[in-house]
């Protein structure tokens, strides 16, 4: 059950497990297979990208797991939620915050590049001010219903709750729009899809689910 798994802080020991972990739990993810649609590609292109994700959070945002390693989420502070250069190199992503556009290819890269420019303006067009960003969650698909995603998604919500944060996040399927209900979500808008048969939820949470 949820309530009897511990949630502890990343550590940056743990980066190189947190990022196996979330390839794991994306790989096979309908919106990474467009991205990146060559497998072997998104196998090695993956794994760097989760990795600078979560030592950027550890240096700038919240990134927790479970204690038996087996899930991971990371989040970030509005100000701080898009990841410039400079803040990436700081956080230890020199020179690996380079090699994920080169793994992935050219082609590839231009669709990475389109979609963030798109998730960025619709989170600038439905939330302002200083909220929450949960970027990332994760658990190794073998132990997807042993509650360890609710656990570590409460974990988060605590912390905007004790800092009277609104909670933004980004999901791709109705299921996952409505596991996040459940918790107090809502859906603000739906990104506009860079080809047919993809979606993009854009979700908030007021600070106590109000």
């Not at 390839?23 to 090695?44: C, E, H, S």
């Not at 929450?132 to 360890?148: D, E, I, N, P």
């Not at 109705?174 to 859906?187: I, S, T």
Request: hydrophobic letters at 40%; one cysteine or more; a positive charge.
């Amino acid at each position: 059950m949820a309530e009897n798994i511990t949630i502890t802080n990343i550590q940056p020991q743990d980066v190189p497990r947190a990022a196996q972990v979330l390839t794991d739990a994306f790989y096979d993810d309908v919106l990474w297979r467009y991205l990146i649609p060559q497998d072997n590609l998104r196998a090695r292109a993956l794994p760097l990208m989760m990795a600078n994700s979560v030592r950027y959070a550890i240096h700038y945002g919240v990134a927790i797991k479970t204690t038996d390693d087996m899930g991971f989420a990371v989040g970030l502070h509005s100000e701080l939620a898009d990841m410039d250069l400079r803040r990436m190199i700081r956080a230890g992503n020199f020179p690996s915050v380079l090699w994920p556009m080169l793994v992935m290819g050219r082609k590839n890269a231009r669709r990475m590049i389109d979609l963030t420019t798109r998730t960025e303006a619709a989170r600038r067009d439905h939330i302002s001010g200083k909220y929450f960003y949960g970027s990332t969650m994760g658990v190794v698909k073998t132990q997807q219903s042993r509650g360890l995603g609710r656990a570590l998604l409460k974990k988060l919500l605590e912390y905007t709750d004790e800092h009277q944060l609104r909670f933004y996040a980004e999901t791709q399927t109705e299921g996952n729009v409505a596991f996040y209900q459940r918790y107090g979500f809502r859906v603000v808008a739906e990104v506009p899809p860079p080809e047919p048969g993809l979606r993009f939820f854009c979700i908030i949470r007021e600070p106590g689910g109000r």
